[in-house]
Structures are given as structure tokens and as C-alpha cells.
């Protein structure tokens, strides 16, 4: 698996700190799983905050709280199990153990897609894409975090095979494509809903809750 599309700075110092919404810091904690490169970059910056917080004198440490507040720390993505198959070990227990064996629902023409359970803020789907099928014109309310699980999916800003993360705010609009062949399995994490665009896809969204 070669990776070369990675979670962006800001994403990685909110995963390291524990402070990403539920959604995101599921799909951010699945790449660093196959990811050494983000798995350094996570490690450095979690460094880089004991050092800060260990720096502090005595005197401008408030006593009356935890020195790390204690959200934090449960929240803390480390240690992250090391990826085994296609289904990096943090999801595996909102997929289970086969990308084959998911109960997928049609949503529209060459897709399908299931939801995820989870505990928090934002939203978790799978997303199977036909050969050459495209994902209706949409922007974001908000952070999106998308990893590719199985096949490739190509937009305007390069071509994403598995392991490879899109990491993209609320104001891009884009319309991805499953590769022709291999077609695609991705785990999208929204931090808002998702808002599509053009009349199809605005019919399609208050039935599949997409
Ligand atoms: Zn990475």
C-alpha cells in the first residue's frame, strides 16, 4: 500500500489533542492506523505537548485543575493499533471483519451506502461506489474526512487509493469518481451534514439521509 495523500496539519494537532468531533477523529484514527508517515507526525506533536505542558512552572500551573484536562486523555487516540487487511483496526468494530459482508443500501445510480453507528458529533458512512460512478456535486457544512478502503476515487485534486485520506473544509465543492476498473469502498466522516447539490441529488438526500 503506498500512501500519498495524508490528514492535513490542523487535522493532525486536533486528532494528537483529542479534540476532533467523534466522526472525524474515527476515519483521522483509522489513516494514522495505515499510515507510518501520520503516525510520526501524531507521536511528534503529542511530544511537543508534554513539553509544553511540562515547561510550565510550577507558579503558572493552576492546581485546582488536572494539568491536562481529563476529556483529553480519555479522548487521547494513542495507542493506535497497527492496520491488518482492509479494515483498519479502529473501525473494525462499526464495520466488522469484511468489507464483503456488508448490508449495503441503494442511494442512487452505481451507489451504495451504509451508515455507521456512533456515539458523538458528526456522521460515519460507507460508501461503494460502481466502476466510474460519481458521487453527486456537493459541498460541506463542515470538515469532511474521506479514506479509501478498497479500488480508487479520483477529483479534481489528484487520485486517492487505499489508505489515501481527502481532507477538505466546508467550502470545496467536489465531485468524485470511482476508478473505472476497480470502482471504490470509502468511510466518509462529516462534521455537518452533507449538502448536495442539483435537483436529483436534492430529491435523493431527505430519503437516504445522506
Ligand atoms: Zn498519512
Redesign the pocket.
Known sequence: MT?T???DAATLMSFAAGSLPSALAAVAAA??A??????R?VAMLERIGGTLISALAPAQLDHSQPAMPQTTRAASPTPVAAAAGEIPTPLAPLIGGSLDAVAWRWIGPGLRHRRLPLRGEGSLQLIKASPGASVPEHTHGGSEITLVLRGALSDSSGRYGP?D?ADVDGDIEHTPVADPEAGCICVIATEAPTRFRGLIARLMQPWHGL
Do not use: T
Open positions: 500512501i495523500h495524508h490528514l489513516h494514522v495505515m499510515c507510518p508517515h501520520c503516525r507526525e489508505g485520506v
